[in-house]
């Protein structure tokens, strides 16, 4: 599921969280990464009158690449310089398999920046369709007794999203708890019963899979605050986003990214 990870570096940025991350991720799961250092010109002031940008921008990023590599000796990492609008150049990369398959994005913006530019990592998600770890403050990863929180709220759990959380749950060796958030959901709780009883069936006695509905009222920012206080219910040190058919909503997607308590992992 998971084959390679893309991280991308800017100095300037709150990206500690996500670095540290994305180096725990690859030791776990024993995963190459790819570090990018994308320049654009036009977020500097220098615009577009620049005979040649690369040649002023480059040298800044294959300082910070060379700097990266140089503090991990354990990791694989791949530097890549590249020039352009972040999201669209992750998503160039991505399609056409320049890089890894999973990225670890930190906020790129602070809260205050964010309210009035809009989340930089919302635009990227948007563009790049592949697995994503948002990553915005420092958090060990799931494992044995730090369960994984699957958070949906779509009608059910496709058979393409049930197959991933399995390969998730056993590359971590984690518990899962499924929550579900809305009264309507198809089939009612047999339906979200069903999906714990198969995976508790491909996944066998080691792994307890449990699950809980949280109604929803309509009101605004009712997901997130369900979602975070099963966070520190279950001490869960991720949430799964099981963005696959119409498991997860656009309001949920939104508001578990932006202001989850713990890290969230996105899975296409």
């Known amino acids: ?30 995963l190459p990464l790819v570090a990018a250092y994308i320049a654009n010109p036009t977020k500097t002031g220098a615009g577009s009158g620049m005979q040649d940008p690369e040649e002023c921008f480059y040298p800044l990023g294959d300082r910070e690449l060379k700097r990266f590599a140089a503090s ?25 398999e320049q890089a890894g398959d999973t990225l670890v994005l930190g906020p790129f913006r602070s809260r205050l920046t964010r309210f009035f530019t809009g989340s930089e990592v919302e635009r990227i998600l948007e563009d ?23 958070t949906f709220d779509g009608p059910q759990l496709p058979d393409a999203a049930l197959e991933m ?16 958030l809305g009264e309507d959901i198809h089939g009612g709780a ?33 997901r997130l605050a369900a979602t975070n206080r099963t966070i520190a219910s279950e001490g869960a040190r991720l949430v799964v986003l099981p963005d696959i058919e119409d498991a997860v909503s656009v309001p949920l997607l939104h508001e578990v990214v932006l202001d989850a308590h713990v890290p969230v992992c996105v899975l296409r």
């Open 190 to 222: 047999a339906a979200l019963d069903g999906a714990v009883q198969e995976l508790r069936g491909k996944l066998g006695g080691e792994f307890h899979v449990t699950s809980t509905i949280a109604p929803l009222s309509g009101l605004w920012r009712r």
């Open 72 to 96: 991990v000796t354990d990791v694989s990492i791949e530097p890549l310089l590249r020039c352009g609008e972040r999201p669209q150049v992750l998503a160039h990369m991505v399609a056409e």
């Open 128 to 150: 790049v369709q592949c697995h994503a770890f948002v990553v915005r403050e420092e958090q060990p990863l799931p494992g044995p007794g730090a369960p994984a929180l699957v």
């Open 165 to 180: 959380i399995e390969r998730l749950a056993q590359s971590f060796r984690c518990d899962l708890e499924l929550l579900h």
């Open 1 to 30: 599921m998971f084959s390679k990870l893309l991280l991308p570096l800017d100095p300037s940025k709150r990206l500690k969280a996500a670095t540290e991350y994305s180096l725990a991720l690859a030791r776990r799961l024993e």
